[in-house]
């Protein structure tokens, strides 16, 4: 299984990125998937979560009302959309999925991330 993430890039604040991740290998349609970043000197945390069954959706209270996570199980792609870019966001963006536990520990794969810098 792979997962790719793409469209990460230089932002000014205030401004606004489409992230993608494109998964193969399997189909995940059942499973979580969620989306992480990690900041330079800093563990790496969740952003935003999906869930499969119902479609939930959690947001880590820093970027609550300004990301939206999303998928295509058509395309096996889920998205994360980012506006209102703080300099705070900036971290590398981390995609993953999963069909158990879910947090930075718990999930199944990982892809190899994409860079976000939010110039302030």
């Known amino acids: 299984v792979q997962l790719q993430a793409s469209g990460g890039g230089l932002v000014q604040a205030g401004g606004s990125l489409n992230l993608s991740c494109a998964i193969s290998g399997r189909t995940f349609r059942h499973y979580d998937m969620g989306w992480f970043r990690q900041a330079p000197g800093q563990e790496r945390v969740s952003v935003a979560v999906l869930r499969w069954r119902g479609g939930s959706t959690q947001y880590a209270d820093s970027v609550k009302g300004r990301f939206t996570i999303s998928r295509d199980n058509a395309k096996n792609a889920m998205y994360l959309r980012m506006n209102s870019l703080k300099f705070e966001d900036t971290a590398v963006y981390y995609c993953?999925?999963?069909?158990?536990?879910?947090?930075?520990?718990?999930?199944?794969?990982w892809g190899k991330g994409t860079q976000v810098t939010v110039s302030s």
């Open positions: 993953a999925i999963s069909q158990g536990a879910m947090g930075p520990r718990g999930m199944d794969y």
